[in-house]
């Protein structure tokens, strides 16, 4: 684009994130080249009394607004912009598709300091070697400084070098430890990988032997690599997906490209981790909540600048622009992390389709328990299944049995039974772990006297008992005081604890198991960084007999000496008002499941009910998740509920108890103006929990069997919404697909 003459301003059409449904215009930056500037570079703009990051869209020759009044961009901050065409295309569609400002999509896809501005410098991160000396080193000659001979032998266990970051994940000490190695001459520092875009180099050679289903999906989806394609791995909890994936990967790699794995949460599974490392030699870049700003930023840019060629991230890494993409891998795909739950309402698993469309890439989506949506999806041929119905090796899948604790005596949430099962496990120096969803000693507190519940000031909800900390909780709002010894209300009644939480259940574990160790993993018990790696070590070293925890135990964990799996209280699932709750359930009670008999030894799992003859639970156990799955899918058909109709759902809350009810006959107003009848508007109504931290909380369901009338109607709506003076007074969101209707 030609510079126009003096009096002839150009406009930059600019995205800010800023909560408002439309673009900005601003006079284009004086004595600046414009020739070479390109959609998708950050600048800097006056808005409001400040400035704020703006990304360009377009350069236009006039605006609709009138010239005198425009302000002027302040500066240019990239000279190329850092997302590709394809991907601001991916950003403009989501915006779309999930009605949020599209400043504040794009503004999601970079990380924090790219956001706020931040210039771009890529850190070329330090390399550690060994030097030739180090490499013919003895380490037991290392025995008096422990340090140096762990630091050595982790060199020695590894491909070519190490960078900072590889070092800071495996030990957060080792600056010191590596400068004295340094010192003797037995380490060195490199300026920079000598792994990058080597393949010969790419693998080290440990892959498994595969059997001949895991095969045929490696085969299935290396045919398909270079267009786009959706595959879904279906594969019971041990099949081998993991492997599947690696050795898929090894093959985008040797083309030169670029990977991206998505997976639900890092932290809780740093094996998998390890396992992406020891399987091949170049460096992987990790995208997680518990890195640093300035880690995740490196991270980003070295697939930017295809320094990288693997990302390891979860649900915010699905943005990361490739350089060189060939593929992306979504492992338990099923799994409710993937859902962004706040701001923009995202479903990364469906983003991830629509991205493997526009870069004419595979998308791969695993998992046990596949998503009902997923299945649908592959009834309709939209997606090519690919099926592991054995564990891998010579493990063998584990027995489900109901057990029927109507009448039982129970202890603390354990029956007899189950007791003496676990005397058999343990007895056999096998490990037991128990599954109970709910942390904190128990979830009520009722005084025997009066009747008098400890609930919470700010929600609908009661307060849970920490006896340990001798805390009430509320797990809503984070509220929380002291346990009192005496009923505030009656002064003389007696304060019993009412229910199971998985703290009482450790207490309880220790007097009837004394001389066994156990360990309660939650989100309690965990949250000292570094505990639960130490207590994942622990069981796999087999200093640990029983395992007790929430649904933190479901996910991805091997724990091969764990035979004996109970699931203490599985009723709770049974009785949720929310539609999507069955399907949740049954992926609960297999992924927990699936943690038994891992190695070569066969594990039983034992649900203790007072429902065993609820089809839900007779389904399952007797006909395995696929004929659950089957049937689910055909009662939402039958009610005409997704993936049957398209839903979105708008929530709103205000401290004030009258805001909503007026925010909501102003939305009434526009809906009967502008809903063309095809698309039911159900409520308004309370929200399931109608009050939380102190903010009451209403919904309207918008729900249609033609997503596109959906989409004209919100199109319409949404903007509209945004400018109500009612609005002002509440917050209120839209959540396309929403993954709960809480
Ligand atoms: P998933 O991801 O489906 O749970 P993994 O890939 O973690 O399964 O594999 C489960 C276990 O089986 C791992 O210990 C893995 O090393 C082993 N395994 C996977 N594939 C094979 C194979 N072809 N032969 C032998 N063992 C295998
Ligand atoms: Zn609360
Ligand atoms: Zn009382």
Aim: hydrophobic share 40%.
């Amino acid at each position: 684009m030609a510079k126009l003459p003096v009096g002839d301003e150009l406009i930059f059409r600019v995205a800010i994130p800023v909560p408002v449904y439309r673009l900005f215009d601003y006079l284009a930056p004086v004595d600046v080249e414009l020739d070479n500037i390109k959609p998708g570079v950050r600048l800097e703009v006056p808005f409001g009394k400040g400035k704020k990051i703006a990304f360009l869209l377009e350069i236009a020759g006039h605006s609709e607004l009138d010239a005198s009044k425009l302000k002027r961009v302040v500066r240019i901050l990239d000279h190329k912009p850092l997302l590709s065409t394809k991907d601001l295309r991916l950003l403009d569609w989501a915006s779309n598709y999930y009605h949020h400002p599209l400043g504040e999509v794009i503004s999601a896809a970079f990380p924090a300091g790219l956001r706020q501005g931040k210039s771009v410098v890529v850190q070329t991160e330090k390399h550690y070697a060994l030097t030739d000396l180090g490499k013919v080193t003895d380490s037991a000659r290392l025995q008096r400084t422990p340090k140096q001979k762990s630091v050595l032998e982790k060199f020695q266990g590894c491909p070519s070098c190490l960078s900072e970051a590889e070092l800071s994940a495996w030990n957060d000490n080792w600056r010191p430890t590596v400068k004295q190695l340094i010192a003797r001459q037995f380490l060195q520092i490199e300026l920079s990988d000598a792994r990058v875009n080597s393949p010969a180099a790419l693998v080290r050679n440990n892959a498994l032997q595969c059997n001949p289903q895991q095969q045929s999906a490696i085969d299935a989806v290396c045919a398909g690599l270079g267009r786009f394609g959706v595959f879904l791995l279906e594969g019971v909890t041990g099949s081998g997906k993991t492997e599947v994936y690696l050795q898929i990967i090894r093959t985008v790699l040797e083309r030169g490209q670029q990977v991206l794995i998505l997976v639900p949460e890092i932290t809780l599974t740093p094996q998998l981790e390890d396992r992406f490392r020891q399987r091949f030699a170049v460096s992987i870049a990790l995208s997680h909540s518990k890195l640093t700003d300035k880690q995740r930023q490196t991270a980003w840019l070295q697939m930017q600048q295809n320094e990288c060629s693997i990302m390891l991230g979860t649900r915010s890494a699905l943005f990361t622009p490739l350089k060189n993409p060939g593929l992306i891998i979504l492992d338990e795909e099923h799994d409710a992390s993937f859902k962004q739950q706040e701001g923009f309402r995202f479903s990364a698993r469906d983003i991830a389709v629509v991205r493997g469309k526009l870069l004419h890439i595979p998308v791969l989506l695993g998992s046990a328990t596949p998503s009902l949506e997923s299945l649908h999806n592959v009834d309709k041929q939209r997606y090519q299944l690919l099926h592991l119905p054995d564990r891998a090796g010579n493990a063998t899948e584990p027995v489900l049995q109901l057990l029927d604790i109507r009448n039982k005596r129970m202890l603390e949430g354990l029956s007899e039974s189950l007791v003496e099962e676990m005397h058999l496990t343990l007895a056999k120096n096998e490990q037991v772990l128990l599954f109970l969803n709910r942390r904190g000693f128990a979830p009520t507190l009722i005084c025997h006297g009066c009747g008098w519940v400890a609930r919470c000031q700010r929600c609908d909800a009661n307060l849970v008992i920490h006896f340990d900390e001798e805390r009430l909780r509320c797990h809503h709002c984070g509220k929380e005081q002291r346990l009192m010894s005496q009923c505030p209300a009656c002064k003389t009644g007696e304060l019993t604890p009412l229910g199971l939480g998985t703290e009482r259940v450790e207490k309880v574990l220790a007097e009837l198991f004394e001389d066994k160790v156990s360990v309660r993993l939650d989100r309690d018990s965990t949250q000292r960084k570094g505990s639960l790696e130490n207590y994942l070590r622990l069981i796999n070293q087999g200093k640990v007999d029983i395992i007790l925890g929430t649904q933190m135990l479901a996910k991805g964990h091997h724990f091969p000496n764990v035979t004996l799996v109970a699931i203490l209280d599985v009723d709770s699932g049974l009785f949720s008002i929310d539609f999507h709750a069955p399907e949740k359930l049954a992926q609960m009670i297999v992924q927990v499941s699936g943690r038994a008999g891992r190695a070569e030894k066969t594990g039983k799992v034992i649900m203790q009910t007072r429902k065993p003859e609820h089809p839900l639970l007779t389904t399952l156990i007797q006909q395995g998740y696929r004929s659950f799955a089957k049937t689910a899918l055909a009662e939402r058909k039958e009610a005409l509920l997704p993936p049957f109709s398209y839903q979105a759902l708008l929530r709103v809350q205000a401290a004030d108890i009258d805001a909503p009810q007026f925010f909501f006959q102003a939305v009434t107003a526009l809906v009967q103006e502008l809903n063309t009848g095809h698309t039911q508007v159900l409520g308004p109504v309370s929200a399931p929990m109608a009050r939380r931290a102190g903010h009451y909380r209403y919904q309207l369901l918008f729900q249609t069997t033609r997503r596109q009338e959906l989409h004209v109607l919100l199109d319409a709506i949404i903007p509209e919404i945004a400018k109500l003076k009612q609005a002002k007074k509440v917050r209120w969101s839209l959540d396309v697909d929403p993954a709960d209707l809480y």
